[in-house]
């Protein structure tokens, strides 16, 4: 097992948004790459786990060796993920949109000369790392991110609480750090012994990183 000390352990990953239809044209989204899940998603299986990636709709392509579902909605990833446990190991990247339309409009909403703009109506999506966090099928391992713009380690540790995470990766995406849609990334890894700064680099360092410490605790 030296190169591969994740052999016959299941994972699942998230990455990417959700899109959350408001007509069939038009959608309700969080920014996302889908960069730094798919990184971890092939890492895991190069360290030999058999991997399971929830994507939302992402620009870039499957990562090879990784079983990927292809999903739009936060209520459609969710039933991806409970469908992939049992697992060992959950790792969920995607940026969820925390909101959906209540109801879509199932034709296009035409513009109407001289009419006042519609109103949406939102109501809350199914928290999935929560819901996994909290599942009687519980991977022995989950980790989660936590993309902020302020109070960084304080948000992200009340979130490991929370959501019953075992690490929260926690970065700082404010518009000027460049994280999001770039290539590096600066994280800090929040766990139930404390927390740790790792130096900027890119995300696929990251991703090995994540991997590898992942590993540690099936060692
Ligand atoms: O609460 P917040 O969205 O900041 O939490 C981020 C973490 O929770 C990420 O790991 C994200 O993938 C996950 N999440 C989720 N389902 C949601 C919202 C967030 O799995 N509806």
């Given at each position: ?42 890492e ?21 060796g ?26 969920m ?20 000369p ?26 022995k ?15 992200g ?36 012994a ?8 890119d ?5 090995e ?11």
């Amino acid at each position: 097992t030296g190169d591969k000390p994740l052999a016959g352990k299941k994972a699942i990953v998230t990455s990417g948004p959700t899109h959350e239809p408001i007509d069939p044209v038009r959608y309700i989204a969080n920014r996302s790459s889908g960069k730094q899940g798919h990184a971890i998603a092939a890492e895991l299986s190069q360290l030999g786990a058999e991997v399971t990636l929830v994507s939302g709709p992402v620009i870039i392509p499957d990562p090879k060796g990784v079983k990927v579902i292809h999903v739009e909605r936060a209520e459609e990833m969710r039933d991806a993920v409970l469908s992939a446990l049992p697992a060992d190991i959950a790792v969920m990247v995607a940026a969820v949109a925390d909101w959906r339309v209540a109801s879509a409009a199932g034709n296009k909403i035409k513009k109407q000369p001289g009419e006042t703009p519609p109103s949406l109506l939102l109501t809350e999506n199914p928290d999935i790392l929560k819901t996994v966090g909290h599942h009687a099928q519980r991977p022995k391992l989950v980790v989660g991110f936590a993309a902020e713009t302020q109070n960084v380690a304080e948000n992200g540790r009340s979130k490991l609480e929370r959501k019953g995470a075992d690490y929260i990766i926690a970065n700082d995406v404010s518009p000027e750090t460049g994280i999001m849609g770039g290539d590096r990334n600066r994280v800090k890894v929040i766990g139930k012994a404390g927390d740790e700064d790792w130096p900027e680099m890119d995300k696929q360092s990251v991703a090995e990183k994540i991997a590898r410490l992942i590993a540690s605790h099936f060692a």
